[in-house]
């Protein structure tokens, strides 16, 4: 099939909303993201359900398990069954958390990576292995996480640079990641912002949290975004233009209306940011 460049305002692509979305897909909704773990390889009603959406819109994969900076091997079974599966339906954007999910098997949890050289080394060699494999480019994403790794050797947006610098790979930039790391470990999410590399951007995420009763907040996807997040995004868009925005939302899951003023509120921050370039220019 050939391939389809996401564009605009995104929704995680859910089983749950199939039967809404065939009603109609409301008008902000310029693409979809789904996990390939998921879907890759299904057969019956939901290969048909799915082939029925990537034939009409965009689609970004938005990985899950590939554990880009942990010790166990380099998945290379998925890589290809994911390259198979991107092909057949014509998606062209692979993203990845810089996180680690596997030892000896999955941890079902995202962990972070040292802030090490070593590390570095170690990650930028993996990544560099599946975008050969991919044939393309992949977006890495800066991840939530509740223990800092002990021997920091470097800053997490040094780190982030360096990878992304010698891998020669993309940034898949979550705000509300920030925003949460920025609460729970007490730093300046304006300040992490402006240090990432920001020029790679090729993707944005965004989504709601949850905040425990001593005020530890928890990357949910589970909640509508609020305020702050939303602002970091503005802050975002000044900086690299209205790139692909996804609305994260994996539980507590409202119906497709509510999604969709939602996902409206990102188009329209993308067109604002779009309007102020035009004005500066």
């Known amino acids: 099939m050939p391939g389809r460049l996401a564009q ?3 929704l995680g692509f859910r089983r749950e909303l199939i039967a809404e979305l065939k009603s109609g897909v409301p008008e902000a909704i310029s693409f979809f993201e789904l996990a390939p773990e998921n879907w890759a390889g299904m057969g019956g009603r939901s290969a048909r359900d799915l ?11 938005h990985g899950l398990s590939l554990s880009l900076g942990g010790p166990a091997q380099l998945d290379e079974t998925l890589l290809r069954q994911i390259r198979a599966f991107m092909h057949e339906h014509g998606m062209t954007l692979y993203t990845e958390h810089l996180a ?3 030892d000896d098997g999955q941890l079902y949890d995202l962990l972070p990576i040292p802030l090490s050289e070593k590390a570095v080394k170690w990650t930028v060699d993996r990544i560099s292995r599946a975008q050969d494999i991919l044939g393309m ?3 890495i994403e800066n991840a939530s996480y509740y223990v800092a790794p002990p021997g920091a050797e470097m800053q997490e947006t040094e780190f982030i640079s360096a990878i992304v610098r010698q891998a020669d790979c993309l940034l898949h930039l979550d705000v509300n990641n920030i925003y949460v790391n920025s609460r729970n470990f007490a730093f300046d999410p304006r300040v992490f912002l402006d240090e990432l590399p920001l ?5 944005v995420h965004v989504a709601g949290h949850y905040v425990e009763a001593d005020g530890l907040l928890i990357d949910t996807h589970g909640a509508t975004v609020i305020d702050p997040v939303w602002s970091l995004l503005d802050a975002a868009y000044q900086r690299i233009g209205d790139v692909p925005t996804c609305l994260e939302r994996d539980f507590n899951i409202p119906d497709l209306a509510t999604l969709n003023a939602e996902v409206r509120r990102i188009a329209e921050r993308q067109a604002f940011a779009a309007g102020k370039r035009r004005e500066a220019a």
């Open 137 to 139: 480019r992949i977006g």
């Open 51 to 61: 082939r029925y959406f990537t034939e009409r819109y965009p689609f970004v994969c």
């Open 8 to 10: 605009g305002a995104g």
């Open 199 to 203: 020029e790679r951007t090729c993707y």
């Open 100 to 102: 680690w999910s596997a």
